[in-house]
């Protein structure tokens, strides 16, 4: 199950450099690619503001 990025997402870049993937995209609010993510986790360890959770 890959994570998602919610609407508290700040854009700060912080998850980004944590995806060993490269499954996240910039923008107003950053999107994971489902397809690419491993479901690892390691952007969400790193979400200052918690908007990275599991998809449902």
Excluded: F, L, Q
């Amino acid at each position: 199950m890959a994570y998602v990025i919610n609407d508290d997402c700040t854009a700060c870049g912080t998850c980004i450099d944590e995806c060993p993937v490269e499954a996240i995209s910039e923008g107003d609010i950053y999107k994971i690619d489902p397809d690419i993510c491993t479901d690892c986790g390691a952007c969400a360890d790193v979400c200052p503001v918690e908007a990275i959770h599991p998809a449902e």
